[in-house]
């Protein structure tokens, strides 16, 4: 068979897969992102447990523990450890998520957006799930080693509690600004 | 075989303009028709060429150059009808968030030309399959807006309404399927003409219950007056934001690397 018949049902079945993924229902969230709650999150950001984290991670309890207990102790320790990692590694990406978020409730209410910037941001958006889905991988398979999360914890830090401050001030105004939108709408729904 | 295919044909047929009147009178009926004029339009459109088809083919033939001709031009003027109403649909979709429409009907628009494009440059060249390879062309790009639609509308998180996601669904699938139809039509030539008429009207038939059965209830629609944020917002905000998770990115770009550099 020749080029040009692969080339077209590859073509449709890229478009169905596409198709399937963009009616999936999306992940679970207890609010939509027009919803003026989702920018509110629990009064302490997770970037603000990034000290405790860091200590968490760091390699002199391991040495400590594999000098003074026993082996199996150090390794179930440091299994545990891991275990937090890998729920840094979620907040860090719900970090993102609320971002994204809130980005483009921005741009869903402005009456021009800046196709360099959407595009930008799907882009990061992309890259970050790829590098978030790696990073989990070896972090599940034990590869990873602490020591460089906990230098990626102290490379966080500054910007984190930047970005908490972001999150509120940008919050606020997005949030009033669909509260106002979702009040006109529910007041305004008649048959067409 | 032979007659068995043909009475299959011949049902089909009579179904899917059954299957038009009713969605035809629903839309009139419930008073849907101010919303999809486009769509309204397309319905009436395919019903009449199918009974202008039904005209030709019985005077001349249906393996005369006057059907074939008749046949590919009407489907022409079909295929036109059925672009206006997905471009219907995309704006009934979108067309409220005013920046982001903006944005994503030219996107759109770009991702119609290039699906075009690149369609006819893999099509065979042959004089014989110039109305098939255009039709597969245009059908293709259909079914990649209403793809990139979607995305969109995921991407943005967009409420949409049942009636407009069931039209688009449907304009899809039905796209798709014709594109694989056509491509085997274009490999396997008079051997698959029967198989391929009758292909095509099932999938136009189920098509065209998923139409009838979204829009068998009133629309209500929502007042497309929305608060916009003042023009100044996304400038002085999106940037602000893209940077914070530009930053995100950088500090897993930089610690996979290091990572990697101790197993």
Excluded at chain 1, 64 to 85: D, E, N, T, Y
Excluded at chain 2, 31 to 53: C, E, I, M, R
């Amino acid at each position: 068979m020749s080029h040009f018949f692969y080339f077209f049902f590859g073509f449709v079945a890229v478009l169905l897969a596409l198709l399937l993924w963009s009616l999936r229902s999306p992940k679970k969230q207890a609010y939509s992102s027009l919803d003026p709650t989702a920018f509110q999150g629990p009064d302490r950001s997770h970037a603000t447990y990034l000290s405790q984290i860091h200590r968490a991670l760091a390699p002199a309890d391991f040495e400590f523990l594999a000098s003074r207990g026993s082996a199996g102790l150090a390794r179930r320790v440091r299994k545990q450890r891991h275990r937090i990692a890998l729920l840094y590694l979620s907040s860090v990406q719900e970090d993102f998520q609320k971002l994204l978020r809130l980005a483009r409730v921005i741009a869903i209410l402005s009456p021009e957006v800046g196709a360099a910037q959407e595009f930008e941001r799907l882009w990061l958006g992309v890259q970050f799930s790829l590098r978030c889905h790696m990073i989990r991988i070896r972090l599940f398979c034990g590869i990873a080693s602490l020591p460089q999360l906990s230098g990626l914890s102290q490379m966080a830090s500054g910007f984190a509690v930047r970005m908490e401050t972001a999150i509120a001030e940008l919050g606020e105004r997005a949030a009033l600004a669909t509260e106002l939108t979702s009040s006109l709408e529910s007041r305004d729904i008649r048959p067409r | 075989m032979m007659v068995t295919t043909a009475f299959m044909q011949q049902s089909l047929w009579a179904l899917n303009s059954a299957g038009e009147v009713v969605l035809l009178t629903l839309l009139v009926v419930r008073k849907n028709h101010p919303s999809y004029p486009a769509f309204s339009f397309y319905v009436f459109v395919d019903l009449t060429v199918g009974a202008a088809q039904l005209f030709v083919y019985r005077h001349w033939g249906f393996d005369s150059d006057i059907a074939y001709r008749f046949g590919w031009g009407t489907q022409g003027m079909v295929l036109l009808a059925r672009a206006l109403a997905v471009a219907e649909v995309c704006r009934h979709v979108l067309s409220r968030y005013r920046g982001v429409w903006a944005l994503v009907w030219r996107a759109l628009v770009l991702v119609a030309g290039l699906v075009f494009s690149y369609s006819i440059l893999f099509a065979r060249h042959d004089w014989r399959l110039a109305f098939p390879s255009a039709y597969r062309a245009l059908e293709l790009s259909i079914a990649s807006i209403v793809v990139t639609l979607l995305i969109f509308v995921r991407h943005y998180d967009v409420k949409t309404e049942l009636q407009d996601r069931s039209l688009a669904i449907g304009f899809c699938l039905y796209s798709c399927f014709a594109v694989l139809n056509n491509t085997l039509l274009e490999r396997l030539l008079d051997d698959y003409s029967v198989f391929w008429n009758l292909l095509g009207r099932l999938t136009f038939l189920a098509s065209l219950s998923l139409w009838t059965w979204a829009l068998r209830n009133p629309i209500f629609q929502v007042d497309p007056r929305k608060i916009l944020l003042p023009q100044g917002v996304y400038q002085s905000l999106t940037p602000e934001i893209n940077l914070r998770l530009h930053l995100l990115n950088e500090q897993l770009s930089r610690f996979w690397p290091a990572e990697a550099k101790h197993p």
